[in-house]
């Protein structure tokens, strides 16, 4: 058996050591975090001057407010946010960058979008591919001049057919890599021969046991 002062220094050295871990490891968090807003800012700067906000890779868990900030006498053409882990944008994005052309949300988590995105007069092209939506946002097809949307490698199993009949300038739907039900990847199919001016990219079905009269 230790003698208690022994043990009672044991567990002293034990506890320096796990605070002097503790230590490294919130010094190594604060310099990531430093380096992120360093890379926020730095971007920010150069989209003043090109009119195109590149935050892709920026462990982004939202869209910071100092953004708006800086880009609030900037008229921006298109805002990159791929690769971040963003779960959604505030209604307040569509105010603060109404003239963009492209967005790129790809490679986040989000789930749904804010309504207000409607509102985006200028927006053609928009990409929430590798995300987590399980149903395509009506609001993307309410978007009055969206040309393209790609909405690859989401859990999609519903979207609302009727309101992409009437998605008038929409030209091209890419919803590849998706968990669509047999019924909806087969109205997409009929809704793409009476829509020619609409591309529509779907994964080949994969036909059930029950479904395959060559098993």
């Not at 002062?5 to 430093?34: H, K, P, S, Y």
């Not at 407010?65 to 800086?70: E, I, R």
């Not at 959604?88 to 109404?98: D, H, Q, R």
């Not at 097809?141 to 690859?152: F, M, N, S, W």
């Amino acid at each position: 058996m230790k003698p208690p002062a022994a043990e009672e220094q044991q567990q002293l050295q034990q506890v320096t050591q796990e605070q002097g871990e503790r230590n490294v490891a919130m010094a190594v968090c604060v310099q990531l975090a430093g380096r992120a807003i360093i890379r926020v800012v730095s971007r920010c700067e150069e989209a003043q001057d090109n009119c195109n906000l590149d935050l892709s890779e920026c462990q982004l868990m939202q869209v910071p407010d100092a953004v708006y900030h800086l880009m609030r006498n900037t008229e921006l053409k298109s805002c990159d946010l791929s690769g971040n882990v963003i779960t959604k944008i505030p209604p307040k994005f569509a105010v603060k960058f109404s003239l963009i052309t492209e967005l790129n949300l790809s490679n986040n988590t989000m789930s749904k979008l804010p309504e207000e995105l409607a509102e985006l007069q200028e927006l053609e092209k928009l990409d929430i591919s590798h995300n987590s939506f399980i149903a395509l946002p009506t609001v993307c097809l309410r978007i009055p001049h969206l040309k393209r949307l790609v909405a690859t490698n989401n859990a999609i199993v519903d979207l609302d057919v009727e309101k992409l009949r009437y998605a008038a300038q929409l030209e091209y739907l890419d919803l590849r890599s998706n968990p669509l039900t047999a019924k909806l990847h087969e109205q997409l199919t009929r809704l793409q021969e009476e829509l020619p001016k609409l591309r529509i990219e779907l994964t080949p079905r994969q036909l059930e046991e029950w479904e395959d009269l060559t098993i």
